[in-house]
């Protein structure tokens, strides 16, 4: 299908739940100039795009967003450290990067608000973004555990 602008009610829809998902201030991520297309069969909003490029995709499931390495870059510039942010040491950003999942014991910092199940930036030493994903742990979990998956990389920046 092809993406098309928004009705206003699904534009508030989409801002309200980033904002709730994400926080105050999240719904600057989705202007008034993204696209979306409907599922075919449901006819419910399904992906979100801005100049062409997708930002995060509309779940079923739960009704949040899944943000991509575009939607996460929006985020980025948003939110100041460590707001979203899962830190992790210089050794492991390139196989970040790539799409490599997110190890307790790589983890440096952590957002300190961060709960399981959350969407994340996974970043560099110099808040560089490498990878956007889904928490496994809360975050004193993560900074305490050393073995386990801390987070799910969905996208990583060279993927």
Do not use: C
Request: no cysteine.
């Amino acid at each position: 299908m092809q993406p098309v602008t928004p009705k206003l009610h699904e534009l508030r829809r989409i801002r309200v739940i980033a904002d709730y998902q994400f926080g105050r201030g999240a719904s600057k991520a989705f202007p008034d100039t993204i696209k979306i297309t409907r599922s075919p069969r449901t006819h419910k909003i399904r992906y979100i795009f801005k100049d062409g490029e997708l930002l995060a995709t509309l779940r079923a499931k739960d009704g949040f967003l899944a943000i991509t390495v575009q939607g996460g870059r929006a985020l980025h510039k948003l939110f100041k450290p460590p707001r979203l942010r899962v830190r992790v040491l210089p050794d492991v950003e390139e196989f970040i990067k790539k799409g490599g999942n997110v190890f307790a014991k790589h983890v440096v910092r952590v957002d300190p608000e961060l709960r399981p199940e959350e969407e994340v930036l996974i970043v560099g030493r110099r808040d560089q973004l490498l990878a956007v994903g889904r928490s496994f742990f809360n975050a004193p979990e993560m900074m305490s555990f050393t073995v386990g998956m801390a987070v799910k990389v969905r996208h990583g920046l060279d993927a």
